[in-house]
Protein backbone atom coordinates (compact mmCIF):
# COMPACT_ATOMS: atom_id res chain seq x y z
CA UNK A 1 0.00 0.00 0.00
CA UNK A 2 1.17 3.46 -0.86
CA UNK A 3 -0.40 6.23 1.31
CA UNK A 4 -0.24 9.74 -0.66
CA UNK A 5 -1.32 12.87 1.43
CA UNK A 6 -3.16 15.96 0.37
CA UNK A 7 -1.00 19.29 -0.16
CA UNK A 8 -3.54 20.63 2.23
CA UNK A 9 -4.40 18.79 5.69
CA UNK A 10 -6.19 19.82 8.92
CA UNK A 11 -7.54 23.21 9.31
CA UNK A 12 -8.01 26.51 6.51
CA UNK A 13 -6.45 29.81 7.64
CA UNK A 14 -9.86 30.66 8.94
CA UNK A 15 -10.79 28.03 11.11
CA UNK A 16 -7.00 28.68 12.60
CA UNK A 17 -6.96 32.09 13.15
CA UNK A 18 -10.13 31.81 15.09
CA UNK A 19 -8.95 28.87 16.86
CA UNK A 20 -6.28 30.43 17.94
CA UNK A 21 -7.97 33.73 18.75
CA UNK A 22 -10.53 31.74 20.91
CA UNK A 23 -7.49 29.80 22.98
CA UNK A 24 -5.67 33.62 23.56
CA UNK A 25 -8.90 35.29 24.88
CA UNK A 26 -9.10 32.10 26.70
CA UNK A 27 -6.19 32.21 28.65
CA UNK A 28 -6.54 35.77 29.26
CA UNK A 29 -10.09 36.37 30.28
CA UNK A 30 -9.72 37.59 34.23
CA UNK A 31 -12.39 35.45 35.57
CA UNK A 32 -15.32 36.11 32.83
CA UNK A 33 -17.00 33.95 30.70
CA UNK A 34 -16.53 33.44 26.97
CA UNK A 35 -19.68 32.24 25.07
CA UNK A 36 -19.75 30.86 21.24
CA UNK A 37 -22.65 30.61 19.63
CA UNK A 38 -22.04 27.37 17.88
CA UNK A 39 -19.25 25.10 16.85
CA UNK A 40 -16.36 26.47 15.83
CA UNK A 41 -15.22 23.18 14.17
CA UNK A 42 -17.62 19.90 13.98
CA UNK A 43 -15.06 17.86 15.90
CA UNK A 44 -15.91 16.69 19.73
CA UNK A 45 -12.24 16.67 20.98
CA UNK A 46 -11.91 20.05 19.92
CA UNK A 47 -15.32 21.37 21.12
CA UNK A 48 -14.67 19.30 24.72
CA UNK A 49 -10.76 20.74 24.63
CA UNK A 50 -12.05 24.56 24.41
CA UNK A 51 -15.16 23.66 27.13
CA UNK A 52 -12.53 22.32 29.36
CA UNK A 53 -10.62 25.42 28.94
CA UNK A 54 -13.86 27.50 29.81
CA UNK A 55 -15.71 28.16 26.56
CA UNK A 56 -19.18 27.97 26.92
CA UNK A 57 -21.39 26.71 23.83
CA UNK A 58 -24.91 28.65 23.29
CA UNK A 59 -27.35 28.91 21.11
CA UNK A 60 -28.49 32.27 21.22
CA UNK A 61 -27.49 35.45 23.05
CA UNK A 62 -30.64 35.09 25.48
CA UNK A 63 -27.96 32.95 26.89
CA UNK A 64 -25.03 35.56 27.65
CA UNK A 65 -24.94 37.53 31.09
CA UNK A 66 -24.34 41.16 30.25
CA UNK A 67 -20.21 40.63 31.66
CA UNK A 68 -19.62 37.64 29.26
CA UNK A 69 -17.73 37.98 26.22
CA UNK A 70 -18.92 36.14 22.67
CA UNK A 71 -16.26 35.44 20.07
CA UNK A 72 -18.45 35.44 16.56
CA UNK A 73 -16.70 32.72 14.33
CA UNK A 74 -14.86 32.44 11.02
CA UNK A 75 -18.93 31.43 9.48
CA UNK A 76 -19.28 35.41 9.71
CA UNK A 77 -22.61 36.97 11.38
CA UNK A 78 -25.76 38.73 10.25
CA UNK A 79 -25.65 42.41 10.79
CA UNK A 80 -28.87 42.07 12.82
CA UNK A 81 -26.31 40.27 15.31
CA UNK A 82 -23.94 42.69 15.48
CA UNK A 83 -27.11 45.61 16.70
CA UNK A 84 -28.36 42.80 18.83
CA UNK A 85 -24.63 42.75 20.25
CA UNK A 86 -24.50 46.29 20.05
CA UNK A 87 -28.46 46.79 21.96
CA UNK A 88 -27.04 44.44 24.78
CA UNK A 89 -24.10 46.46 25.43
CA UNK A 90 -21.65 43.14 25.42
CA UNK A 91 -18.56 42.72 24.29
CA UNK A 92 -17.06 40.86 21.60
CA UNK A 93 -14.64 39.44 19.59
CA UNK A 94 -14.47 39.35 15.89
CA UNK A 95 -12.91 36.32 14.79
CA UNK A 96 -14.94 36.37 11.17
CA UNK A 97 -12.58 34.78 8.12
CA UNK A 98 -10.89 38.38 6.21
CA UNK A 99 -12.69 36.45 3.31
CA UNK A 100 -16.26 36.07 4.20
CA UNK A 101 -16.20 39.37 4.80
CA UNK A 102 -15.43 40.01 1.44
CA UNK A 103 -18.51 37.88 0.67
CA UNK A 104 -20.41 40.41 2.66
CA UNK A 105 -18.74 43.57 1.12
CA UNK A 106 -19.24 42.21 -2.50
CA UNK A 107 -23.38 41.00 -1.88
CA UNK A 108 -24.01 44.69 0.01
CA UNK A 109 -22.54 46.49 -3.22
CA UNK A 110 -24.52 44.21 -5.21
CA UNK A 111 -27.44 45.43 -3.19
CA UNK A 112 -26.12 48.94 -3.57
CA UNK A 113 -25.97 48.58 -7.74
CA UNK A 114 -29.87 47.64 -7.61
CA UNK A 115 -29.36 44.27 -8.60
CA UNK A 116 -31.22 41.15 -6.94
CA UNK A 117 -28.58 39.67 -4.47
CA UNK A 118 -28.30 35.65 -5.45
CA UNK A 119 -26.18 33.51 -3.05
CA UNK A 120 -25.10 30.47 -4.01
CA UNK A 121 -24.69 27.77 -1.54
CA UNK A 122 -26.38 25.78 1.50
CA UNK A 123 -29.17 27.64 2.82
CA UNK A 124 -29.12 27.37 6.55
CA UNK A 125 -26.19 27.02 6.54
CA UNK A 126 -24.10 29.60 9.42
CA UNK A 127 -21.97 31.44 6.73
CA UNK A 128 -25.07 31.69 4.11
CA UNK A 129 -27.31 32.61 7.13
CA UNK A 130 -24.19 35.63 8.07
CA UNK A 131 -24.24 36.36 3.96
CA UNK A 132 -27.89 36.42 3.52
CA UNK A 133 -28.07 39.02 6.83
CA UNK A 134 -25.75 41.71 4.80
CA UNK A 135 -29.04 42.57 2.34
CA UNK A 136 -32.77 43.54 3.12
CA UNK A 137 -33.89 40.17 0.33
CA UNK A 138 -31.77 37.73 -1.25
CA UNK A 139 -32.07 34.48 -3.19
CA UNK A 140 -30.23 30.97 -2.10
CA UNK A 141 -29.79 28.34 -5.21
CA UNK A 142 -27.78 25.07 -4.34
CA UNK A 143 -27.85 23.27 -7.82
CA UNK A 144 -29.04 24.44 -11.14
CA UNK A 145 -32.75 22.69 -11.03
CA UNK A 146 -33.13 25.52 -7.34
CA UNK A 147 -32.66 28.48 -10.84
CA UNK A 148 -36.59 28.07 -11.78
CA UNK A 149 -37.99 30.53 -14.40
CA UNK A 150 -41.05 31.58 -11.58
CA UNK A 151 -37.94 32.35 -8.95
CA UNK A 152 -36.69 34.97 -11.10
CA UNK A 153 -39.99 36.12 -13.53
CA UNK A 154 -39.62 39.69 -13.82
CA UNK A 155 -35.35 40.13 -12.69
CA UNK A 156 -34.02 42.44 -15.20
CA UNK A 157 -30.28 42.17 -13.17
CA UNK A 158 -28.92 40.35 -10.51
CA UNK A 159 -25.58 39.92 -8.45
CA UNK A 160 -24.04 36.35 -7.37
CA UNK A 161 -21.76 35.78 -4.60
CA UNK A 162 -20.87 32.53 -3.29
CA UNK A 163 -20.22 29.94 -0.15
CA UNK A 164 -16.57 30.39 0.34
CA UNK A 165 -16.67 26.74 0.41
CA UNK A 166 -18.84 26.20 -2.26
CA UNK A 167 -17.53 23.89 -5.82
CA UNK A 168 -16.13 25.82 -8.45
CA UNK A 169 -17.82 23.66 -11.89
CA UNK A 170 -20.80 23.68 -9.29
CA UNK A 171 -20.94 27.49 -9.32
CA UNK A 172 -20.46 28.01 -12.65
CA UNK A 173 -23.50 25.85 -13.90
CA UNK A 174 -25.26 27.25 -11.51
CA UNK A 175 -24.48 30.85 -13.09
CA UNK A 176 -24.65 29.55 -16.76
CA UNK A 177 -28.48 28.79 -16.06
CA UNK A 178 -29.02 31.84 -14.49
CA UNK A 179 -27.56 33.69 -17.18
CA UNK A 180 -30.13 31.65 -19.61
CA UNK A 181 -32.92 33.36 -17.45
CA UNK A 182 -31.93 36.94 -16.44
CA UNK A 183 -30.80 39.40 -19.15
CA UNK A 184 -27.84 40.92 -16.92
CA UNK A 185 -26.17 38.80 -14.27
CA UNK A 186 -22.40 39.65 -12.57
CA UNK A 187 -20.67 37.34 -10.96
CA UNK A 188 -18.40 37.81 -7.69
CA UNK A 189 -16.48 34.33 -7.37
CA UNK A 190 -16.16 34.59 -3.67
CA UNK A 191 -15.11 31.02 -3.33
CA UNK A 192 -11.92 31.61 -1.35
CA UNK A 193 -8.50 30.34 -2.34
CA UNK A 194 -7.82 27.93 0.16
CA UNK A 195 -11.21 26.04 -0.81
CA UNK A 196 -10.20 25.93 -4.17
CA UNK A 197 -6.63 24.90 -3.55
CA UNK A 198 -7.43 21.53 -1.04
CA UNK A 199 -10.82 20.75 -3.98
CA UNK A 200 -8.02 21.09 -7.01
CA UNK A 201 -6.09 18.55 -4.78
CA UNK A 202 -8.30 16.39 -4.05
CA UNK A 203 -9.64 15.96 -7.55
CA UNK A 204 -6.20 15.41 -9.09
CA UNK A 205 -4.90 13.05 -6.72
CA UNK A 206 -8.28 10.71 -6.53
CA UNK A 207 -7.48 10.24 -10.46
CA UNK A 208 -4.13 8.66 -9.54
CA UNK A 209 -5.40 6.92 -6.25
CA UNK A 210 -7.49 3.22 -6.19
CA UNK A 211 -8.57 4.42 -2.86
CA UNK A 212 -9.47 7.82 -1.00
CA UNK A 213 -10.20 8.39 2.45
CA UNK A 214 -11.59 12.13 3.50
CA UNK A 215 -11.47 13.13 6.88
CA UNK A 216 -14.30 15.18 8.37
CA UNK A 217 -17.82 15.34 9.41
CA UNK A 218 -21.07 14.58 7.66
CA UNK A 219 -22.01 17.86 9.58
CA UNK A 220 -18.69 20.13 7.64
CA UNK A 221 -19.99 21.53 4.39
CA UNK A 222 -16.28 21.72 3.09
CA UNK A 223 -15.62 17.57 4.04
CA UNK A 224 -18.67 16.72 2.13
CA UNK A 225 -17.97 18.95 -0.96
CA UNK A 226 -14.91 17.44 -0.98
CA UNK A 227 -16.24 13.45 -0.48
CA UNK A 228 -18.67 14.67 -3.70
CA UNK A 229 -15.78 15.47 -5.71
CA UNK A 230 -13.82 12.80 -5.11
CA UNK A 231 -16.28 10.27 -5.33
CA UNK A 232 -17.39 11.47 -8.58
CA UNK A 233 -14.39 10.08 -10.06
CA UNK A 234 -13.70 7.24 -7.86
CA UNK A 235 -16.05 5.32 -6.37
CA UNK A 236 -13.91 3.94 -3.56
CA UNK A 237 -14.04 6.78 -1.42
CA UNK A 238 -14.21 6.97 2.02
CA UNK A 239 -15.58 9.49 4.69
CA UNK A 240 -14.19 9.05 8.20
CA UNK A 241 -15.03 11.00 11.39
CA UNK A 242 -13.11 8.48 13.99
CA UNK A 243 -9.71 7.40 13.04
CA UNK A 244 -10.62 3.23 14.24
CA UNK A 245 -13.14 4.08 11.44
CA UNK A 246 -9.94 3.43 8.74
CA UNK A 247 -9.52 -0.28 10.39
CA UNK A 248 -12.92 -1.52 8.16
CA UNK A 249 -11.99 -0.52 5.02
CA UNK A 250 -10.82 -2.95 2.84
CA UNK A 251 -7.29 -1.66 0.43
CA UNK A 252 -5.72 -4.04 -1.45
CA UNK A 253 -2.04 -5.00 -0.89
CA UNK A 254 -0.97 -2.56 -3.70
CA UNK A 255 -3.25 -0.05 -3.38
CA UNK A 256 -2.52 3.74 -3.84
CA UNK A 257 -4.94 5.49 -0.78
CA UNK A 258 -4.77 9.37 -1.20
CA UNK A 259 -5.81 10.93 2.07
CA UNK A 260 -7.18 14.18 2.54
CA UNK A 261 -9.36 16.47 5.41
CA UNK A 262 -11.93 19.42 5.46
CA UNK A 263 -11.26 22.24 6.37
CA UNK A 264 -12.39 22.55 10.20
CA UNK A 265 -10.24 18.68 10.61
CA UNK A 266 -7.74 18.52 13.78
CA UNK A 267 -4.56 17.12 12.62
CA UNK A 268 -4.10 14.61 15.35
CA UNK A 269 -7.20 13.11 13.81
CA UNK A 270 -5.18 12.62 10.09
CA UNK A 271 -2.48 11.89 12.38
CA UNK A 272 -4.10 9.27 13.71
CA UNK A 273 -5.51 7.83 10.57
CA UNK A 274 -1.95 7.62 9.08
CA UNK A 275 -1.11 6.06 11.54
CA UNK A 276 -3.15 3.46 11.47
CA UNK A 277 -2.60 3.23 7.64
CA UNK A 278 0.72 2.71 7.91
CA UNK A 279 0.25 -0.23 10.63
CA UNK A 280 -1.30 -1.94 8.02
CA UNK A 281 1.57 -1.85 5.75
CA UNK A 282 1.16 1.38 4.19
CA UNK A 283 5.19 2.65 4.97
CA UNK A 284 5.64 6.15 5.54
CA UNK A 285 3.63 8.40 3.28
CA UNK A 286 4.74 9.02 0.06
CA UNK A 287 5.54 12.10 -2.13
CA UNK A 288 2.53 13.35 -4.71
CA UNK A 289 3.20 12.23 -7.93
CA UNK A 290 3.11 14.38 -11.15
CA UNK A 291 2.00 17.45 -12.14
CA UNK A 292 0.10 19.81 -9.54
S1 LIG B 1 -13.07 28.07 4.21
FE1 LIG B 1 -12.09 29.92 3.38
S2 LIG B 1 -13.46 31.61 3.89
FE2 LIG B 1 -14.11 29.86 5.13
S3 LIG B 1 -13.00 30.14 7.07
FE3 LIG B 1 -11.71 28.85 5.79
S4 LIG B 1 -10.31 30.27 4.71
FE4 LIG B 1 -12.01 31.47 5.56
Known amino acids: MKIV ?3 TLSYCVGVRR ?5 RRLLADRRGRTCFMLGEIVHNERVIEDLKARGLRIVRDLDEVPPDGVVILQSHGSTRRRYEELAARGLEFVDATCPMVRIIHDRIREVEAEGRLPVVIGQAGHEE ?11 VVVKS ?7 LFAGVSRAGVVAQSTFVEEDARLIVERLRALVPDVVYHDTICRPTKTRQRDVARQTRRADCVIIIGS ?3 ANTMHLFDIARAINPAT ?3 DRPEMVDGIKIPEEATVFVASGASTPMDLVTEVVRRLETRGGGRPAPQDGPR
Request: aromatic fraction near 0%.
Open 5 to 7: LSE
Open 18 to 22: TLERT
Open 128 to 138: VRGIVGQVARA
Open 144 to 150: PEDVTPG
Open 218 to 220: RRS
Open 238 to 240: HLI
